[in-house]
């Protein structure tokens, strides 16, 4: 499976999907890991550390949302974000859509899981 870590656009958020370990451990099962470049940054993870796991460094999210079956994120995909998921396309994060009626029905219209 071709899993994708785009980094956290929500503002004062810097977490990230994955650690290099679980990325690793991800890798090693034969899956491919595409990492945005500098997405681990501010959570203290290098483009170089996610790269001696087995990941590969992209430089845009929009390339990883195009390449990626799995889309792995921390908080609710952003409205631009939303734009750029396919159908059939799994998103696994944390929604807080009770509060979110736009975010709620622009996932829906994307038909993803």
Partial sequence: M???VPKEI???EHRIGLTPESTKKL???GHEVLIESNGGFEAGFTNLDYKAAGGKIIEKAE???KSAELIVKVKEPQMNEVEMIRENQIIYTYLHLAAAKNLTKGLIKTKSI
């Fill in 2 to 4: 071709i899993i994708g």
């Fill in 10 to 12: 929500k503002l004062q």
């Fill in 27 to 29: 890798t090693s099962e």
């Fill in 63 to 65: 390339e990883i949302f």
